[in-house]
């Protein structure tokens, strides 16, 4: 990524906070985070990546909320970022943290095999 879209997706990052705080206040989401903004060479695109935690809402739930208000969402992020053209936001539910958990439990229950065998292996 260049310094341009570096700066473009920091700045977005920081716009979609205020939009993204009231949906989630909206309908009972909990804490909205969006983890990456990636974006196209030439800044017409940006991919969001977004997590949420706590909140009764599900990440199904907040990406159609955020689907609703998408042209609202736009708007104020061209409003804040100030460039010709307004990028077209596309959210992603950002699974990284279900690779982590995933890895998480892949190895507490390699820890649990290896605590059964070594039992095993002195009696």
Do not use: W
């Amino acid at each position: 990524m260049s310094i341009r879209t570096e700066k473009v997706a920091s700045v977005i990052v920081e716009a979609l906070s205020d939009p993204l705080r009231k949906i989630a206040s909206e309908i009972n989401a909990g804490l909205i985070t969006v983890t990456s903004v990636k974006m196209s060479p030439d800044l017409q695109i940006a991919k969001v990546y977004i997590s949420c935690i706590g909140g009764k809402a599900s990440i199904a739930d907040v990406l159609q909320a955020i689907d609703t208000e998408k042209s609202f969402i736009r708007k104020h992020v061209a409003h804040v970022v100030q460039l010709r053209f307004a990028p077209e936001l596309r959210f992603y539910r950002d699974e990284t943290m279900d690779a982590m958990e995933q890895i998480q439990k892949l190895v507490e229950q390699t820890k649990q095999h290896d605590r059964l065998r070594d039992g095993n292996e002195s009696s």
